[in-house]
């Protein structure tokens, strides 16, 4: 019956499991483990564990199966596997799937430790990477080959909020039988859905949107049971990356607020974008939801016309132009996670990015100029009046 829910209602009430005191608000079973009533229990538990069955918390929790029933539910995903943080999400999935010989065809503009995971460590472990441009189709297709084991991509990048087609991707990567892992963090699960449009397995760092407070570390990867109980929980469960029960019942909490949230922050992004859009001390405004935007059209069909919760501006002058607007700020903090309640400013090319060699960051657009905005829950017009005298102060 959840499954023929609304998104709201899915959020709310999605995956509750409640102890024999019947409490309203999702318990924290704050345990290491569990404990069997005989020992043919536990002997019975170790040779098959039924849904409402625990053994051990690197295994699994109740809140943790909360979590990840409630967010299953909302991106339409057989199964999900909650883990410790974004990057546990995203190094579980591919390390799950690939071994030494395989070959991964990858979008070039991610993450920064998305990038350490594709170009340090699955190469030490024999297995060969091709960088492509994401949103040109064209080098998809030229990049696959009969031994492409999996692609990876964000659907839209970080920093620079480039829009990658996950049906027109899939199509290609799926003609070779590559399975397509999604890192959907900047397209959020309220606005996005990629399991639909033909991703195998995605994944979010749930410290961004999911939390949206700021306070914990978490991730989650999604597919179907076959691959996310087969192939995922096995690896995932012997190597450590589970999700702590406080931190999950902290994300359950999240579930509950989070379209609201994405909404208002999504609403305010468009309307800041649109006032700041060819101010004099700006290179560009970058928003997925503005028409000048590369990947228009795309947002339409893919994010239903939203164009997210962060933007970037890249400002006239360079970094220290970028650091006076920082400097400048009065609401947003500046820091480096997204998502928050809180407006958070980062000047990619000297922190998140910092590691990557100066060609590299060109490559990418990412410029000494580039400031990174997530925005938060605050009034649209006291941000777009702190941020236009920033921007005075920037050009002085
Ligand atoms: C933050 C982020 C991650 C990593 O998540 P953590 O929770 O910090 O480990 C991965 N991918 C993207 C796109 C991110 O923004």
Redesign the pocket.
């Known amino acids: 019956m959840s499954e023929t829910w609304n998104n709201r209602t899915k959020l709310v009430h999605g995956g509750t499991r409640r102890s024999q005191y019947n409490e309203v608000s999702e318990a924290i079973f704050l345990t290491q483990g569990f404990v069997y009533e005989s020992a043919e229990q536990a002997e019975a538990r170790f040779i098959e564990t039924g849904p409402d069955e625990f053994i051990y918390g690197r295994y699994g929790n109740p809140t943790v199966a909360m979590f990840e029933d409630r967010i299953a539910l909302l991106e339409g995903a057989e199964d999900a596997f909650a883990t410790a ?6 190094s579980g999935a591919l390390t799950s799937i690939l071994k030494a010989g395989d070959h991964v065809v990858s979008a070039k503009a ?2 920064g ?2 990038l350490y995971i594709l170009e340090n460590v699955l190469t030490r472990y024999g297995v060969e990477v091709t960088f492509v441009d994401g949103t040109d189709l064209d080098q998809w297709r030229a990049a696959m080959r009969p031994d492409t084991k999996s692609v990876f991509f ?1 659907s839209m990048s ?1 920093p620079t909020l480039e829009v990658i087609d996950i049906t027109a991707v899939a199509a290609i990567a799926h003609e070779v039988g590559a399975t397509v892992v999604v ?1 959907n ?2 397209s959020t699960p309220v606005f996005s859905k990629a399991i639909a449009q033909g991703a195998d397995v995605v ?1 979010y ?4 949107h999911i939390d949206g407070q700021g306070r914990v ?3 989650v990867v999604l597919g179907t049971k076959d691959y996310i109980r087969g192939t995922l929980e096995p690896y995932m469960k012997h190597t450590g990356g589970s999700l702590s029960p406080f931190n999950a019942w902290t994300l359950l909490k999240g579930l509950e607020t989070i379209d609201l949230r994405v909404k208002a922050q999504a609403k305010t992004a468009l309307q800041i974008a649109e006032a700041l859009q060819g101010h004099a001390g700006l290179e560009r405004t970058i928003y997925p939801g503005l028409k000048d935007h590369a990947q228009h059209a795309l947002v339409q069909d893919q994010l239903d016309g939203c164009g997210g919760t962060v933007l970037s501006l890249d400002l006239k002058g360079g970094k220290e132009a970028a650091f006076r607007f920082l400097n400048a700020l009065t609401i947003p903090v500046i820091s480096n ?2 998502g928050d309640a809180k407006s958070i400013a980062t000047h990619p090319a000297t922190t998140t990015h910092q590691r990557l060699p100066e060609d590299q960051k060109v490559e990418l657009g990412i410029t000494s100029g580039l400031v990174r905005f997530s925005v938060g829950l605050e009034d649209s017009d006291d941000l777009i009046a702190d941020l236009s005298q920033a921007l005075a102060t920037a050009q002085g």
């Open positions: 943080s974004g990057m546990a999400a995203v991610l993450f430790s998305c964000e970080n890192d963090v900047f994944v760092s749930a410290t961004k570390l978490g991730g996670n997204l």
